[in-house]
């Protein structure tokens, strides 16, 4: 099967590219599609964010990064996936998801959307919080793929202390 894996990815982290992983795991084949939202400036221009992901999941195969806009159904048939694949953390997540998945539900009945609990030790970690982290000179590489920890660092020209 093969599985659209929509967001804005601005940037990758750690708790993303777990569900990615997961997701291949699963369904064989994850599209992983980085929404180009004209209404919001990202951190991070799209083909960085493409290209971050791509490095970042260099390991692993059946993996397709792409971008898109408009409607992530009208993303997931074009790209023929079988289920949306999104991941919840917390409760907070949980009414916005629902939300859009009942939305997407009522456009394209026959597909579904699949929910994947996020790992433990990355439940705390969202792309907001690690900017904030990143912005103010705290160490990420915890949070986030080498790659975009050296994108993060030269973003807020920060020297990070390496961790021992
Ligand atoms: P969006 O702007 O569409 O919410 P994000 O890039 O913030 O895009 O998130 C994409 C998806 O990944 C969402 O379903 C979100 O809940 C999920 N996600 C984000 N961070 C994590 C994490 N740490 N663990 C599991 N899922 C996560």
Not at 84 to 98: C, H, K, Q, T, V
Request: proline share 5%; net charge negative.
């Amino acid at each position: 099967m093969r599985a659209l894996y929509p967001g804005s990815f601005d940037p990758l982290t750690l708790g993303h590219l777990d569900l990615i992983e997961r997701g291949s795991q699963l369904f064989g084949e994850v599209v992983v599609a980085v929404l180009q939202n004209p209404g919001k400036t990202p951190a991070f221009p799209l083909e960085q964010r493409l290209a971050q992901i791509q490095t970042a999941t260099h390991h692993l195969s059946g993996i397709q990064v792409i971008s898109f806009d408009g409607l992530t159904v009208r993303c997931a048939l074009d790209t023929g996936s079988d289920v949306i694949l999104r991941g919840l953390r917390a409760m907070s997540d949980f009414e916005y998801e629902l939300q859009i998945a009942h939305t997407n539900r009522s456009l394209e009945p026959d597909l579904e959307t699949v929910f994947l609990a996020t790992t433990a030790h990355h439940s705390f970690l969202s792309s907001s919080v690690v900017k904030e982290v990143a912005r103010f000179g705290g160490q990420v590489d915890h949070m986030v793929p080498p790659v975009v920890a050296d994108d993060l660092r030269r973003l807020f020209n920060q020297s990070f202390r390496q961790r021992p």
